[in-house]
């Protein structure tokens, strides 16, 4: 039941990296625009403009620039962000939880 938001910037990223997720995950052509198509289904992405007002915060705690939308829509959205990345805890502004982290927050591990 949880609401899952990202910038649209993830829907380009998945694209740029098709290679790389379709050699590890053993994806089809298929299996991945079938993949696409679910998480357009489950994910709300986020417009820039929508938490653009947050850029600006998000540069002085996001550790790599790639990530800024990321943390600007979590500030924006007052959320959590889902990372396995482990810079991304080394800020207190907003709360970052692993897959670890999360599944024992649901009581699932």
């Known amino acids: 039941n949880a609401e ?12 740029n990296n098709r290679y790389e997720i379709r050699l590890k995950s053993g994806f089809s052509h298929e299996d991945f625009d079938n993949f696409i198509s679910i998480a ?16 600006s915060k998000a540069k002085e705690i996001s550790p790599h620039s790639k990530d800024i939308e990321y943390f ?17 805890k080394k ?16 009581g699932i591990k």
């Open 4 to 15: 899952l938001y990202a910038p649209f910037r993830l829907l380009a990223e998945l694209e």
């Open 72 to 88: 600007a829509l979590a500030l924006k959205l007052r959320c959590a962000i889902w990372s396995d990345e482990k810079a991304f």
């Open 40 to 55: 357009k289904l489950r994910i709300k992405f986020m417009p820039l403009e929508d938490f653009i007002d947050n850029v």
């Open 91 to 106: 800020q207190s502004k907003v709360k970052v939880y692993s897959a670890f982290d999360l599944l024992k927050e649901l």
